[in-house]
């Protein structure tokens, strides 16, 4: 048995994340065909694309110190910005669709379509691979770039500390953010993929073993990438700090230059995109399959007939797809920055999740709650999770949330170009057209019920229980009501 949740303003957020998501991953299978090539691109500045003021980092030269070179701009940054991205001087001018990374991106919604057109059925055994093989080409370039010279460079400055930064407000708004990005917190991920288990999963273990796994592979993560940029620091004569970046900017920038100063570096560059890609399309997989389950809880008359699910995913991909169309053009990174920014950003998922807290903690009840735990486990849950449930998450949610308003700062591209105002207006909307439909669709309710007005609330302030599927267990299930034993026919699908 498994039920799902289906919450308009979180599914629009997982829209904007499917429309903006996948263009990472046509970049990324476009650099993989390039690693191809008998010599990297982005390696010299011998090519069509390059301006008087490339270097060739790959190559060491005497007579101009790396630390000088202020004016200039590496092979790598040129084939990123003016052959992938053909960039142009500012969101105005969107100039023209870039057909290379059209046909990229083709390919991976043919990709993503094929891997889940089935349901949960065919994504399971398409992760089996997606989800594992890229431990393999991490392992690989882990081993790799530990025996370049300046690693240990890179690696003491990705673990030695810097206890100031711990005062910053936004040290901790940014970790915040990215531990919701990261886990798929409040954007009902966890809930769907949990509610394929069985009815007495060791929930338990499963959290525990998805943040170890999680915090594990993004640390061994962290040595892989900073010991490539500790060695890229090394050859340039230049601080680490020089050459770590973050965004875009590491995946097609800094690390593909890299790579071009290694020994055979079309094998680094093609294990570094197959990694990404693949690790890519497993987030891009589980966003739709949430999409989808939610559309067809929304609809299941119509979305469980035969043959309904495959078109409806054909439909949804065809929308996000003509939507990415501003997105590929030469002025595409600018619109992508601001979907990134603003439609995309943990300030949206943090308001939800503060609404999500307060409906279970309150509404629902931390104690109803606390008696499915002990019904499903068979075993009491730890106390302090009624804590958190009830203060400490809503509380710091919504803390977080409002320094996040505090400390807005305009999204600015690459450090110098400011968007026009009418940019940040669009992008204002964008953030406000998920957080409104909190608000919105309550008040929608509280409108069209019966009753007096004292009556509506008093009714949306309580839980809907037949909506709580149980299989009582033997031993004390004192806590959980009679009605709780009834299955609701709507929301409950039998495999």
């Not at 289906?6 to 476009?30: G, K, V």
Request: proline content about 4%; overall charge neutral.
């Amino acid at each position: 048995m498994y039920f799902y949740f289906s919450d308009p303003e979180r599914q629009l957020i997982l829209l904007f994340i499917c429309t903006t998501y996948i263009i990472i991953l046509a970049w990324a299978l476009l650099y993989l065909v390039f690693s191809f090539s008998s010599q990297l691109p982005w390696a010299t500045c011998n090519n069509y694309w390059n301006t008087d003021d490339c270097v060739d980092f790959s190559t060491k030269n005497a007579s101009m110190p790396w630390t000088n070179q202020t004016n200039s701009t590496s092979a790598a940054t040129e084939f990123w910005e003016r052959r992938v991205l053909a960039i142009s001087g500012g969101i105005e001018d969107l100039g023209s669709i870039r057909w290379e990374v059209l046909l990229c991106l083709i390919a991976m919604w043919l990709i993503c379509y094929f891997c889940i057109w089935k349901g949960v059925k065919s994504t399971g055994k398409v992760v089996y691979f997606t989800a594992t093989f890229p431990y393999v080409m991490l392992l690989i370039l882990l081993i790799r770039g530990l025996t370049l010279p300046g690693a240990l460079q890179g690696v003491k400055f990705y673990l030695l500390p810097e206890p100031s930064r711990l005062t910053d407000p936004q040290v901790w708004m940014e970790a915040g953010t990215q531990i919701f990005f990261s886990y798929g917190v409040g954007m009902g991920v966890l809930t769907v993929l949990g509610s394929y288990n069985k009815y007495n999963n060791n929930c338990y273990r499963d959290c525990l073993l998805v943040c170890l796994l999680n915090s594990s592979t993004s640390f061994v993560a962290g040595f892989a990438v900073f010991s490539v940029l500790g060695f890229m620091a090394h050859e340039q004569g230049v601080p680490i700090a020089e050459v770590a970046e973050s965004g875009p900017g590491l995946a097609f920038i800094a690390y593909p230059q890299a790579v071009a100063m290694m020994p055979l570096p079309q094998l680094w560059s093609i294990c570094f995109f197959v990694m990404l890609i693949l690790l890519g399309l497993d987030t891009q997989f589980v966003t739709m399959e949430v999409v989808m389950t939610s559309i067809t809880d929304m609809f299941p008359k119509v979305m469980r007939r035969a043959g309904r699910w495959e078109k409806s995913l054909v439909l949804f991909c065809l929308i996000c797809f003509f939507c990415q169309f501003v997105m590929i053009t030469q002025g595409g990174m600018y619109v992508f920055q601001v979907m990134d920014y603003y439609a995309c950003n943990g300030v949206c998922i943090l308001f939800i999740g503060v609404f999500e807290t307060l409906a279970l903690g309150w509404i629902f009840g931390a104690d109803w709650l606390y008696g499915i735990i002990k019904d499903m486990t068979g075993v009491n849950a730890n106390p302090f999770f009624k804590i958190c449930w009830l203060y400490l998450t809503p509380i710091v949610s919504l803390g977080v949330f409002i320094c996040s308003l505090i400390k807005y700062q305009p999204l600015t591209f690459n450090r110098w170009y400011v968007y026009p105002d009418w940019a940040y207006v669009l992008g204002w909307m964008m953030t406000l057209s998920s957080i409104q439909l909190v608000p919105a669709c309550a008040l929608y309710k509280l409108i069209t019920g019966t009753g007096t007005l004292k009556q509506r609330f008093h009714h949306l302030c309580q839980p809907d229980l037949k909506y709580v599927p149980t299989q009582k267990q033997q031993g004390d299930n004192s806590l959980l009501p009679a009605d709780m034993n009834e299955q609701n026919d709507h929301l409950t699908l039998t495999s």
